[in-house]
């Protein structure tokens, strides 16, 4: 079964600071994973995909095969960025790209 | 651009009374898809339509219908309202045929009381 973890529900950090969402995944197969964000009063948007390995609003994220992981990281966070962010995952291919498994959310919050 | 189209976004129910959520889409998109989100466990995929006449299960379909008839519209019906029931719900489509894009574009959402 395919499965998506983000550890922390939480997390603060103060503007300017680095910030890394953790996301690890369990999936037999090769997965796409993706990064959505929800901001207040906006409906859920996809930030980036591991496929097309580009940087947005300074977020970045490397699909670890190894480590099963998809870590979201920006190295200097912004007020703009509090927000709550998803990690998802779906099958490669075919009809999997219509079933995606979303992890529990991170809320997070930058500080003035 | 509409985009992802859902309607109510706010409803009250008592149990037992059933109701459609409606989701709408103008992007062409194969795939639609309902999630329930609740806190502390992200969105669950309820059921998932891969084309018109083709509906599946996701991870919670209990208590929930569907049924695609066309490419647009893809309704929720909730058959016998439970106060478990109670969430936000999101319509979901992605994939177009013509540029293979994956993305999903969600709905603003419906937020739904059972009492």
């Known amino acids: 079964a395919q499965r998506v973890t983000q550890p922390e529900k939480l997390l603060s950090v103060f503007k300017g600071a680095p910030v890394e969402l953790k996301c690890n995944y369990s999936y037999s197969g090769s997965p796409e994973l993706f990064w959505y964000v929800q901001y207040s009063r906006q409906r859920l948007q996809l930030l980036l995909r591991?496929?097309s390995r580009e940087s947005i609003k300074g977020f970045t994220a490397d699909l670890n095969k190894g480590e099963t992981s998809f870590h979201l990281k920006k190295p200097f966070a912004q007020e703009e960025d509090s927000a709550m962010y998803y990690c998802?995952?779906?099958?490669?291919?075919?009809?999997?790209?219509?079933?995606?498994?979303f992890g529990q959310g991170t809320i997070l919050t930058v500080h003035p | 651009n509409a985009g992802v189209t859902q309607t109510p976004k706010f409803q009250v129910l008592k149990t037992g009374q059933s109701m459609t959520l409606q989701c709408a889409q103008d992007m062409n998109h194969e795939y639609m898809s309902w999630y329930r989100q609740d806190p502390g466990m992200g969105l669950r995929l309820i059921h998932y339509?891969?084309?018109?006449?083709?509906?599946d299960q996701g991870e919670v379909p209990n208590g929930y219908n569907v049924s695609r008839s066309t490419t647009e519209d893809f309704p929720l019906r909730l058959l016998s309202a439970a106060p478990s029931q109670t969430s936000v719900y999101f319509c979901?489509?992605?994939?177009?045929?013509?540029?293979?894009?994956?993305?999903?574009?969600f709905g603003q959402g419906t937020r739904l009381t059972v009492v």
């Open positions: 979901a489509s992605s994939y177009s045929l013509r540029t293979g894009n994956t993305e999903a574009f």
């Open positions: 339509s891969v084309g018109a006449g083709i509906t």
């Open positions: 998802a995952l779906s099958g490669s291919g075919g009809t999997s790209y219509g079933k995606l498994t």
């Open positions: 591991h496929i």
